[in-house]
């Protein structure tokens, strides 16, 4: 079956928006693109419960609104775990996955850092600290520190406590076996919150390459979109050859 030119699924990063891939969608006009904001993000109204599998339920529905029925999926942070869920969920669906900055489970299921930073700060403020030390690189420009901060969760402290409770309670181990699909695990080499050795373990179980990308932290889409394009690229080019 040719698999060539088929639409594209961008899953967002943890807290931020679907326009987090704006730099990237570009490279691929050939393609019809679905970004959407899941619950909880963006432009989406917030919500009384989240979890893995409520984020996956509103991929699908924001690809079945489009009238789209196969896809390739590339998920950034929580969006690659729930791109691999979605693979194992709709294994006629989801053609493929790139799964970036990713993980298959919280190394820091309470997320202690972020939450006692809340406790003390306004959201701007905890995100202020928290994006440049924890999801850029330490070289990172102020351009991206105020890209990254452009494209912050704008809800409240109770909801972005309850999403980033429920982002670090996801364990996708249970269900890699089920994922059938072609596979690329992409990292970041300064990556402190889903770390090089934590995509290499995902790599491994999903039976999939481990493409690490020099010089950068958490959000290549925003650090380095060039070195990102050319990584979806070639997992195109070798999944639809």
């Known amino acids: 079956m040719d698999t060539s030119r088929l639409p594209i699924l961008f899953v967002h990063p943890i807290n931020l928006r679907g326009s987090a ?12 693109a ?3 904001d899941m619950r909880g993000f963006g432009d989406s109204p917030p919500a009384e419960q989240y979890d893995i599998a409520r984020w996956a339920k509103d991929c699908i529905d924001a690809v079945d609104r489009a009238g789209v029925d196969r ?29 970036v900055g990713s993980q298959l489970y919280s190394r820091d299921p309470d997320n202690a850092a972020v ?13 202020e600290l928290v994006l440049p030390k924890y999801a850029l690189a330490p070289n990172a ?3 991206v520190v105020a890209k990254a901060m452009a494209l912050r969760n704008p809800n409240s402290k109770d909801d972005i406590r309850r999403v980033w409770r429920a982002a670090c309670a996801a364990d996708i181990r249970a269900l890699v076996a089920s994922v059938s699909c072609p596979v690329t695990i992409v990292t970041g080499e300064f990556d402190l919150t889903c770390p ?3 995509g290499a373990e995902m790599a491994a179980m999903l039976h999939a390459p481990h493409v690490l990308l020099p010089g950068i932290g958490h959000l290549p889409m925003l650090e380095d979109p060039p070195a990102l394009i050319a990584a979806i690229k070639a997992h195109l080019k070798r999944v639809e050859s």
């Open 21 to 32: 891939w704006a730099e990237i969608v570009p490279a691929f006009a050939d393609r019809f």
């Open 34 to 36: 679905i970004v959407p």
């Open 71 to 99: 896809f390739h999926a590339i998920g950034g942070s929580l969006g690659g775990a729930i791109s691999v869920y979605l693979a194992a969920a709709e294994p006629k669906r989801v053609i493929s996955v790139v799964a």
């Open 115 to 127: 939450l006692s930073t809340l406790e003390h700060h306004t959201v701007t403020e905890m995100f």
């Open 141 to 143: 420009s102020a351009e």
């Open 196 to 198: 090089p050795a934590a």
